[in-house]
């Protein structure tokens, strides 16, 4: 076998910078993924809240405004017969499409993120996968945050993307613009709002993949961790009380940051700069676990 | 041609490297020349530390590396898009395709999406991987994977390939094909590379120079020729009667070695043609009935190199 006999080639061309290379990473992900059938199913179970907001819209839109039933959004209380408990607490947009997030969606997310993210860095250190990634032109910083956006990509698949294109789709389906008038000044803070809750899932859940090889593993430190806070604090703040026990929770911190940039009324009175300052912590703590966990000496040679 | 076309592919000055109180490399200096070199050493020999230094991943304890010119630790990261690495370990991008894995290896390393396409697709033809590439690497058998992460080695089109066991795993067919592709890459497109290996004919076959390491301390460099003596200047001499000639050869003031039964080992000078020995023979009244060249294998070597540091270690002990 000889060099002429293929062509190798040699390579004058240009190098391209980090954010491509971070693209890499991320879009290569993402692909992966999505191409696992289990993957997929577990995937529209997911966004499953979503589909089901799609199905009011239709309903709302569609058959009831479309035969002239109803007129306006505070009508829908008066409605009589099938749907009619469906609809009556459809009282406000901010409601109608904040309120399945809340109760649906966001814990699901949780499920998710779980799933897509507690393997994205533990799979490849399995795989020896770091070792390629180090040893190439890029930072471990780099390639971190190509897992991060993989991450908070796809979960953002499943609470931002499914609600947005529900709340296109509902924009077209009304008789008329007031929908989207109605709409536009809560729309950008929901989206504001989803964004920092998915890429806070996403940054947490990579930083805790980084600390072991194994995926399962790190599904179940990342169960552990949210469940038993989630439960310590409740039982705290039951016993004493004091809702600021909710700031060693990173489900509550993240979930009232999101209320308050979308703001929604937070649960039991949890102070939104004690939540902000908890995830502020959080952050900390998964940057400090990502340093300590892939160094580049530690995996290559 | 640039500047840094004329630097030798590594240069080691008083290089340490401490994990702690463990010296893993203690004052290693060499240069290892544009072309193909061998790293040869036991497991824990500091190899690895080398590596890690020559990829511009590590901060040695005291002096500098140069790689291609550069200095490795400050400006690894460009560094690292001129080399190409081939692990010994098992190392796969999970869940691609062989594909998908060298064109996120050379998209790594900063080729456009369509340029690293494209190259991916010729380096796995050059690496004989055809329809298969299609399927996932954790499917592969170990002689493929080994392939794979040669491909990946090569999509960028690296100057000095970095290749730690490149032949494990392969049949005698495959060994042979990588073999002589790395030699054409040496040869025919002007790369670099270091080869670290335990399968000393492989070494032998395909570089030029090689360093010995052991112990984190360098043992021996240079070109193979001159260690194994196929310079040119260590023959075994056999000859008939002419009991004189010992002397004229210790009168010569040639290194010899007497090895009984009229047979010598002798150390000719550069200068000295093989032709002088005839004469001497002649002039003395023995006759030759054996001359060739004699060669040590680099296994010869390096055994000798590591026994001679471990005889001189306890000497100083």
Redesign the interface.
């Known amino acids: 076998?000889?060099?002429?006999d293929?062509?190798?080639?040699?390579?004058g061309?240009?190098?391209?910078?980090s954010f491509?290379?971070i693209f890499?990473?991320a879009s290569?992900d993402v692909?992966?993924f999505f191409r696992r059938k289990l993957f997929l199913i577990f995937f529209l179970a997911c966004v499953f809240p979503a589909i089901m907001t799609l199905v009011f819209v239709y309903i709302r839109f569609v058959v009831i405004e479309g035969q002239g039933e109803i007129a306006g959004m505070g009508d829908v209380r008066a409605l009589r017969g099938p749907g009619a408990r469906l609809f009556a607490n459809l009282t406000d947009v901010a409601t109608t499409f904040f309120q399945p997030f809340l109760s649906f969606a966001m814990p699901l997310a949780v499920a998710y993120s779980a799933v897509v993210g507690a393997g994205s860095i533990s799979?490849?250190r399995?795989?020896?996968?770091l070792?390629?990634?180090?040893?190439?032109?890029?930072?471990p910083s780099h390639y971190f945050c190509g897992k991060w956006a993989a991450v908070t990509f796809m979960i953002c698949c499943q609470i931002l993307f499914s609600y947005l294109a529900v709340w296109v789709i509902a924009v077209f389906l009304a008789p008329d613009w007031g929908f989207l008038e109605e709409t536009a000044g809560f729309v950008p803070r929901w989206i504001l709002a989803q964004g920092f809750f998915c890429t806070s899932l996403g940054f947490l859940v990579t930083a805790l993949s980084g600390t072991t090889s194994s995926p399962r593993f790190a599904i179940m430190r990342w169960f552990g961790i949210l469940v038993f806070l989630y439960a310590l604090t409740r039982v705290l703040y039951r016993q004493l009380g004091e809702s600021w026990f909710f700031i060693f929770s990173p489900w509550h911190d993240l979930r009232r940051v999101a209320e308050a940039i979308a703001g929604v009324e937070g649960v039991r009175g949890f102070d939104p700069y004690l939540a902000l300052l908890g995830t502020a912590l959080l952050f900390a703590l998964g940057f400090h676990l990502c340093r300590k966990s892939m160094r580049?000496?530690e995996v290559?040679? | 041609m640039t500047r840094g076309d004329l630097e030798p592919a590594v240069r080691l000055e008083d290089f340490t490297i401490r994990y702690g109180s463990f010296t893993a490399v203690d004052g290693a200096a060499f240069t290892m020349p544009r072309g193909a070199c061998g790293l040869l050493g036991k497991n824990g020999a500091g190899k690895s530390s080398i590596l890690k230094a020559v990829l511009g991943l590590i901060r040695p304890s005291r002096g500098r590396a140069r790689v291609l010119g550069m200095d490795a630790l400050g400006e690894g990261r460009r560094l690292r898009d001129r080399i190409g690495y081939m692990a010994e370990k098992e190392t796969i991008f999970p869940g691609l395709s062989g594909l998908e894995a060298v064109i996120l290896a050379g998209r790594l390393s900063g080729l456009p999406p369509l340029e690293a396409r494209q190259r991916a697709h010729e380096v796995l033809f050059l690496v004989r991987i055809e329809e298969e590439r299609y399927r996932k690497v954790e499917t592969y058998s170990a002689g493929m994977k080994q392939k794979i992460k040669l491909a990946q080695a090569l999509v960028h089109d690296p100057e000095l390939l970095f290749l730690d066991e490149p032949t494990n795993g392969l049949d005698p067919g495959g060994r042979s094909e990588i073999l002589d592709l790395l030699k054409d890459l040496v040869r025919k497109k002007g790369k670099s590379l270091i080869l670290s290996s335990h399968i000393l004919p492989d070494v032998e076959k395909l570089c030029a120079h090689v360093v010995l390491i052991d112990g984190g301390k360098v043992l021996r460099e240079g070109s193979i020729a001159e260690m194994t003596g196929a310079a040119g200047r260590l023959y075994r001499l056999r000859l008939r009667g002419g009991s004189e000639v010992e002397p004229a050869l210790a009168a010569e003031g040639w290194l010899r070695e007497d090895l009984g039964n009229g047979e010598y080992r002798v150390f000719l000078p550069p200068e000295v043609p093989a032709e002088r020995l005839f004469e001497l023979a002649l002039a003395n009244g023995a006759q030759v009935r054996l001359l060739e060249l004699e060669r040590k294998s680099l296994a010869d070597v390096f055994l000798d190199a590591v026994r001679g540091a471990e005889v001189s270690k306890e000497r100083r002990a």
């Open positions: 076998m000889t060099i002429e293929f062509g190798f080639r040699s390579y061309g240009p190098r391209l910078g491509p290379r890499a990473i290569m692909r992966r799979t490849d399995r795989s020896g996968a070792e390629l990634y180090f040893t190439r032109g890029i930072r580049p000496v290559v040679g």
